[in-house]
């Protein structure tokens, strides 16, 4: 059974989630308040998955997943009322995962979650990784299996997309991607963020990746990944 952490001060909204949930071996734990859903996360490590609303007391949800994002790569879905692009733009440029407005069908949302938690691809098979695991350009190291990315031997804290995009750059170097190439290779990202949502993921991952300077605009076209060093 996966565990969801729900914040959102709607408490009739968590009641019937919680219901319909276990019909899909999923388990919610839910938080009116951020600071308590903050408390949460940090003390109860069996959460996959969290469902933020913007709408909150004292802090938005921006601001909680701004926070997250410092120390936490935990998957992040925005739940809300506010359903405006630039909100959904803001969401994605921040580190969430995915955006569903409200009112919204259950369903939709039990299937986003589990395309969230697939895409995490976290597996207990084993720690242990092989060569086939690993994609390395001088001291930049994806490593597959433990879902983990180094640079000069410092872990990187990526979003699920970033990891996404990075991976696709490595196993593809040189060859240049268009935006709707991007948005279908990394399968889950809404057509609604439209090619605007990749310019700004491609952004936060150049950021992630400096000083290196390997991830290159192809004017007419989108992007591709020069390598910093040979194999």
Same mark, same amino acid.
């Given at each position: 059974?996966?565990?969801?952490?729900?914040?959102?001060?709607?408490?009739?909204?968590?009641?019937?989630?919680?219901?319909y949930?276990?019909?899909?071996?999923?388990?919610?734990?839910?938080?009116?308040?951020?600071?308590?859903?903050?408390? *949460?996360?940090?003390?109860?490590?069996?959460? +996959?998955?969290?469902?933020?609303d913007?709408?909150? =007391?004292?802090? @938005?949800?921006?601001?909680? %997943?701004?926070?997250?994002?410092?120390?936490?790569?935990?998957?992040?879905?925005?739940?809300?009322?506010?359903? +405006?692009?630039? @909100?959904?733009?803001?969401?994605? +440029?921040?580190?969430?995962?995915?955006?569903?407005?409200?009112?919204?069908?259950?369903?939709?949302?039990?299937?986003?979650?589990?395309?969230?938690?697939?895409?995490?691809?976290?597996?207990?098979?084993?720690?242990?990784?092989?060569?086939?695991?690993?994609? *390395?350009?001088? *001291?930049?190291?994806?490593?597959?299996?433990?879902?983990?990315? %180094?640079?000069?031997?410092?872990?990187?804290?990526?979003?699920?997309?970033?990891?996404?995009l990075?991976?696709?750059?490595? +196993?593809?170097?040189?060859k240049?991607?268009?935006? @709707?190439? $991007?948005? !279908?290779?990394?399968?889950?990202?809404?057509?609604?963020?439209?090619?605007?949502?990749?310019?700004?993921?491609?952004?936060?991952?150049? !950021?992630?990746?400096?000083?290196?300077? %390997? $991830? *290159?605009?192809?004017?007419?076209?989108?992007?591709?990944?020069? =390598?910093?060093?040979?194999?």
């Amino acid at each position: 059974m996966h565990t969801i952490l729900l914040i959102d001060d709607d408490e009739r909204l968590a009641s019937l989630l919680s219901k319909y949930f276990s019909r899909y071996d999923l388990k919610l734990v839910s938080e009116t308040h951020p600071a308590q859903g903050i408390e *949460q996360l940090k003390n109860n490590d069996d959460i +996959e998955l969290l469902i933020l609303d913007i709408m909150l =007391p004292d802090m @938005d949800g921006f601001d909680v %997943c701004r926070m997250l994002r410092k120390w936490n790569d935990l998957p992040i879905l925005m739940l809300t009322a506010r359903g +405006e692009v630039m @909100d959904r733009i803001v969401g994605l +440029e921040i580190g969430a995962d995915d955006y569903l407005s409200k009112p919204f069908e259950p369903r939709e949302l039990v299937a986003r979650i589990y395309s969230i938690l697939k895409r995490v691809n976290k597996s207990n098979v084993s720690s242990t990784s092989t060569k086939d695991d690993i994609l *390395q350009w001088g *001291q930049l190291i994806l490593d597959k299996r433990k879902h983990q990315v %180094c640079l000069n031997q410092v872990e990187l804290k990526l979003t699920n997309k970033e990891y996404a995009l990075l991976q696709l750059f490595l +196993e593809n170097p040189e060859k240049s991607f268009d935006r @709707d190439e $991007i948005m !279908n290779a990394l399968s889950g990202i809404d057509a609604e963020f439209f090619s605007r949502s990749i310019d700004i993921l491609v952004s936060r991952l150049r !950021n992630k990746l400096k000083p290196l300077k %390997c $991830i *290159q605009t192809v004017w007419g076209k989108g992007y591709r990944f020069i =390598p910093p060093n040979n194999k």
